[in-house]
């Protein structure tokens, strides 16, 4: 039950960062947002290190920097992604190709999928199609850049996951702590390479800093659900997110639900709770 709260909280979190940070490459150059969003991220990752305790050791270092790279393309994928849009039909795609990773290394790592597990992932690609294919008057479809965008962004996701995973139990947020580190390294340098592509426009401070913040709690309590229960399951109610960002982009943005787009967005939420079973 802890995990299962924990992970949902981190979906609740991802869900609201992505909107935010969405928004926030719409109105200046992904890059930018993106400066000011992995620094506010890596701040607040620093906060829970008195009460978690961190432990630096060679692998911690090694999986945590391998998260940080993930998670700095995470990051750019997934704000570009949500800035051509439509959200409602990207967001829930990248969640569930950022689930399938997951749940693959935690059958390797020798969790079992039930009859439910073994339905969930074949539909959740069926869902996956349903919702990319969104038709009817005036719907809006993603063009095949932003559906590439949106694959990269999902695999970019789900490696971040998977490497936090992976560093050392014992180690409290230290690999939390040097993946938004190098996350930041990254990104700032990417904008310095090629700050004279950003353009004028200036980043929406607030906005951007508010999706780094969300982001970071998620991730962390994204760490603390996979460390009390498995991979697979945590991850698929993690990537329960795009509901998130559908209702706000239905709410703030009006965009538009249609029927096929409502029966991959049904399809998809049977998936994840199938998978959730395993």
């Known amino acids: ?8 909280g981190s979906s609740l979190a991802y869900g609201c960062a ?3 940070g969405g928004l926030g490459a ?24 008195p009460v978690l305790g961190a432990s630096f050791d060679p692998a911690v270092l090694g999986w945590g920097a391998a998260s940080g790279v993930a998670s700095a393309a995470a990051f750019a994928l997934l704000y570009r992604t949500l800035a051509i849009g439509p959200m409602n039909v990207l967001s829930p795609v990248t969640a569930l190709v950022s689930a399938v990773l997951p749940v693959g290394v935690g059958l390797l790592q020798g969790e079992r999928l039930t009859a439910a597990g073994l339905v969930g992932l074949p539909l959740a690609l069926v869902a996956v199609v349903l919702v990319s294919a969104g038709h009817g008057a005036g719907s809006a479809r993603p063009s095949r850049t932003a559906l ?33 580190a190098v996350s930041s390294v990254v990104t700032l340098a990417a ?32 760490l603390l659900a996979a460390r009390s229960g498995d991979l697979a399951v945590v991850a698929v109610i993690t990537a329960l997110y795009p509901a998130g960002t559908v209702l706000l982009a239905r709410g703030v943005l009006a965009e538009r639900i249609h029927r096929g787009q409502l029966v991959g967005l049904g399809a998809a939420a049977v998936a994840v709770s199938l998978l959730a079973l395993t």
Do not use: C
């Open 26 to 49: 719409r109105k200046a150059h992904v890059l930018r947002t993106v400066t000011v969003a992995a620094p506010a991220s890596l701040a607040v990752a620093l906060l829970p290190w």
């Open 191 to 222: 904008a310095g390479l090629v700050r004279r592509r950003l353009g004028p426009e200036r980043p929406a401070y607030a906005m951007s800093a508010a999706a780094g913040v969300l982001d970071s709690a998620a991730n962390l309590l994204f």
């Open 18 to 20: 992505d909107f935010l």
């Open 148 to 180: 590439l965008l949106a694959f990269g962004a999902g695999a970019a996701i789900a490696l971040q996951l998977v490497f936090l995973h992976q560093a050392p139990s014992g180690s409290g947020v230290a690999p939390l702590i040097v993946g938004r």
């Open 1 to 8: 039950m802890i995990a299962l709260l924990l992970a949902l």
